[in-house]
């Protein structure tokens, strides 16, 4: 008889727990950003099983409960808890239409006809990726005193501005926003994270048959260009740069090997010397082909590893010393572009890779008056050399997707349709994907579409044209 329990245990224990992760119970929990909370503990973050954390809790809960269960009314404890699985299955399963389950990607990942018109004079592309640079940081009432970003701010006087850049977890931190903006897809569902965590091999990374845009640019003779502080091996980005190789592709040891590096770098190397470095390059460059730079900041990370550089005025000895000094850096080099003879025939892209993460654990910023802004917005301006009195503001709702296709775009391309991956170009008309499905229901139709999302990535090839 007690083995019989005992297996009668263990047994249910596993079907209630299966039907928890199966149905999707979750949904009950979707206010709860369990991500904000654990922002600072990356380990904690990094496991494969993270994604799941509430499933699994609600495992544990329900697992205590059927041992009190057993243990003391074990009778009639079975015939409930199957009772109970079977309304829980109910309760969560929703069956579509036959006509409405084909997956969001199935449904809108396109390559589009791509077309370079003849004599079209093709353009250089600067994105700065402002590590979590967001619009919070001009509020003085969160800053405690001041606009932080003051001289970006200015900026925006000079170029367009996006107004609705959406932040998605699916889509962050800085490598996944990378991936997001050069591709136009998001970095992967949560099934695909697990597989990237647990093989770390060249087969389970790298995107082999995704084509992104600095593949096309490249195809069309520009010269690309991919630097940043921390190592390329970040996030599993040497794997992407392996399948999607730049011109030059310079992290932390490569930059060491350069001798671009100061005392106590630690983690990163600092800004200046990215700066420095892509300064040097493009004035050594002694061929006429246009040119591409992703270049990613570091200085303003969040919480913990702010970097107020030596020179940085020190006003508030916390990390908003960092901010500040990025602040004037970048507007520093962003007038060092203005100023060289490429700079008419070049568009610059500052773009924040997400929100700021964790403020709350800093100390040093008051984020609950944050809660009196409708919604905080990543930063973006583009600034267009060929045609400075291209400024204003665009509403538009979009993620880090949209990019893809906005900078093809800019570098001269003609798309057909205006989409790249899942991003729509916000120079068009055409609503993106998170305009007509809303920012929630957009990350759940993603996370679901992971089976043509595997497809996606090692099933399919694509041919682009040009129009002689």
Known sequence: MKILKYLSWLLMTLIVFCACVYCGVSSLWDGVDIALILSHYQLVLSCPLMPYWKEILLGCVIFLLITFLLCRYWKIAFPLMLIGCITLFFINY???????????FKKEYVIPHVIFPKGQKKKNIIVISLESIEDLFTWSDVTGGENLIPKLTE????????????????????????????????????????????????????YPNAFCLSDLLAQYGWETYFIMGAKCTDEGNDKFLERHPMSVSVGKKELEKLGYLQKDSGYRIPDSELIRFIKETLNKKRTDAPFFVYFITGNSHAPKEFVAEAFCEKKYGDGRDAIKCLDKQIFDFVRWCQKQPWYQNTIIYLVGDHLSWGLDK???????NAKKYPRRQIYNLVLDGSNPLNKGVIKKEFTQVDFAPT?????????????????????SDEPTLVEQLGAKKFEQELEASQK???????????EVSEDH
């Open 94 to 104: 929703h069956p579509s239409p036959k006509e409405e389950n084909v997956s969001l």
């Open 155 to 206: 900026l925006k006087k000079e170029g367009i501005v996006f107004d609705g850049y959406y932040n998605l977890q699916i889509m962050v931190p800085t490598i996944p926003a990378f991936i997001a903006m050069n591709c136009g897809i998001p970095r992967g569902t949560s099934i695909w994270k697990i597989f990237a965590n647990l093989f770390k091999t060249k087969e389970y990374g790298g």
């Open 362 to 368: 800093t100390e040093i910023f008051r984020v609950k």
């Open 407 to 427: 900078i093809l775009e800019s570098a001269g391309f003609k798309l057909l349709p205006r989409k790249w991956g899942i991003g729509v170009s916000l120079w």
């Open 452 to 462: 043509d999302y595997f497809d996606m990535i090692y099933g399919k090839q694509y």
